[in-house]
């Protein structure tokens, strides 16, 4: 009998104990609210949306710079606003990394935005949170769903230029099985990858990440390459690799399905774009997203949500910046 009890108050402790884990495993997203600034900043989402609708305005490709943003930030140790930070004489952080240098923007609409926020409730609303917001109000400015944003993430005290070079954030010339394993890695799955890879709908891409695919590949529309091609030159170098050209040359400054119909007629810039419609496991999804918008855009907010509750910094960890590109003191 007295064995018994033991055994079943040794139960009892280990499942009391691994509950515990559970919740504190998911703690951090737990504690995301989509009201966290209603009393605190009650402005906060009226502040952002009239900075980016003027920046958007001047300059449509800004919408999927800042949408990018949010994407390499969340993929590089969570999302808690380290892409923003800059480099100093002691500090290398990840915006020379090798998926970011030359690569993203739209660091001044982040800087004007905080700025205008901290005159409304200074020292209160994270960089992080920041980025979040405007990865949502950007795809909804140009045309697609919108979603309520989760908040209350923190903003880290460090970046990780190795973490940023390891190979989290998938190259242009990965292979679909490569693109599944690094979004499993984040606790993604195949069709939130496919989905988020929908953002390439909009914005733009420089030569050098396109020219083997336009030169090279095979599964590629010719007349779709030859078009490419007047605007990207087959020899490597300054100036050339620096030309730019729309993601989605149908709609590039809409957020729609085009891209997946892209990829049917085999007019992917990306060589990791048209691997999602190439003979393999996503070719059914990529071609469910052509025909139905509306099971893209439920999908596509399914995924950033879980995107955006990658690894946050809450309650007393982390700081909020007042300058998204430093570290406090």
């Not at 064995?3 to 504190?24: E, G, K, P, R, W």
Request: glycine residues 6%; aromatic residues 8%.
């Amino acid at each position: 009998m007295a064995a018994s009890n033991f055994h079943s108050a040794s139960s009892f402790l280990f499942i009391a104990s691994f509950a515990v884990l559970v919740i504190f495993a998911g703690s951090s997203s737990a504690q995301l609210s989509k009201n966290f600034y209603s009393e605190s900043c009650p402005k906060v989402f009226s502040t952002v949306k009239s900075v980016l609708h003027s920046a958007i305005s001047k300059q449509p490709r800004q919408g999927a710079s800042l949408l990018r943003l949010h994407f390499h930030d969340c993929f590089v140790n969570g999302c808690d606003g380290s892409v923003l930070l800059d480099d100093t004489p002691t500090f290398t952080g990840e915006k020379t990394a090798a998926p970011n240098n030359g690569s993203i923007r739209g660091f001044e609409v982040v800087d004007e935005i905080k700025s205008e926020i901290e005159k409304e409730c200074p020292g209160v609303v994270s960089c992080a949170d920041i980025l979040a917001i405007v990865a949502r109000d950007s795809v909804k400015i140009l045309g697609g769903p919108e979603w309520d944003v989760k908040l209350g993430r923190r903003d880290s005290k460090t970046a990780s230029f190795s973490a940023a070079n390891s190979g989290v954030i998938p190259p242009p010339s990965s292979t679909l099985s490569k693109l599944i394993n690094r979004f499993q890695a984040k606790g993604l799955s195949t069709k939130d990858m496919v989905a988020l890879s929908g953002a390439h709908t909009i914005g733009q891409v420089r030569c050098t990440n396109f020219r083997d695919r336009i030169y090279n590949d095979t599964n590629i529309d010719r007349s779709f390459a030859k078009t490419r091609q007047n605007t990207c030159p087959r020899t490597s170098g300054l100036p050339g690799d620096n030309k730019i050209s729309p993601l989605d040359l149908k709609t590039p400054t809409a957020f729609d399905n085009y891209y997946y119909k892209n990829l049917i007629n085999q007019k992917g810039l990306l060589r990791s774009d048209q691997d999602l419609f190439n003979g393999g496991s996503t070719d059914s999804l990529v071609k469910k997203y052509s025909e139905d918008t509306k099971t893209f855009y439920f999908d596509f907010v399914e995924a950033i949500i879980k995107m955006g509750d990658l690894q946050p910094l809450t309650g007393l960890s982390g700081e909020i910046r007042k300058n998204c590109r430093k570290m406090n003191n």
